[in-house]
């Protein structure tokens, strides 16, 4: 008999390393340009606004460590630019693919993340509070609802794997 939960958990529990393979096999240059467009089309009104204006000569960067994906994120003007292998590092903020998501559709807050070790945050600590401000002010709704929903549902499948391996 077809067992949804059992495809789904193995779905779930398999996407690190498809995505780790993806990272590996993709063109550099087209995995920035993808992140690229789609952090400044997120981040639109607030370039716009210049409310990222703390990120002039700046670089955060992020890593997701089960999938070997990290990139820096600065800003140029009004634009962000992101690079694959960042030259300057003043926030690294780590954490694996499953945090980010949870984080990303507000199934987690960064604090929990942070103070339960999930979250790694090293290096300029304003800038740190900074970035996580930003987020907790912006929130998951502001993406297409497909991607909300979809992220939604990655994150509530994750849980429920993460609790059947407990």
């Not at 070997?68 to 140029?76: D, H, K, P, R, V």
């Not at 939604?152 to 849980?159: F, G, R, S, V």
């Amino acid at each position: 008999m077809f067992d949804i939960k059992r495809v789904n958990s193995k779905l779930v529990a398999a996407l690190p390393t498809m995505l780790s393979r993806l990272t590996r096999c993709a063109p550099k240059a087209v995995q920035a340009g993808v992140l690229q467009l789609a952090l400044n089309r997120f981040f639109h009104t607030e370039l716009s606004t210049g409310e990222l204006s703390f990120l002039q000569d700046k670089s955060v960067v992020v890593r997701v460590a089960d999938i070997a994906l990290e990139f820096g994120i600065s800003l140029n003007g009004k634009q962000l630019q992101v690079q694959l292998q960042p030259a300057q590092q003043d926030l690294l903020l780590k954490a694996e693919l499953a945090d980010f998501i949870a984080m990303i559709s507000n199934q987690v807050d960064p604090d929990t993340l942070f103070f339960r070790r999930r979250l790694q945050m090293l290096g300029d600590t304003e800038l740190g509070l900074y970035c996580k401000n930003l987020l907790d002010s912006i929130g998951p709704e502001r993406l297409p609802l497909p991607l909300t929903r979809g992220l939604q549902w990655l994150a509530q499948q994750q849980k429920t794997v993460a609790l059947a391996e407990y």
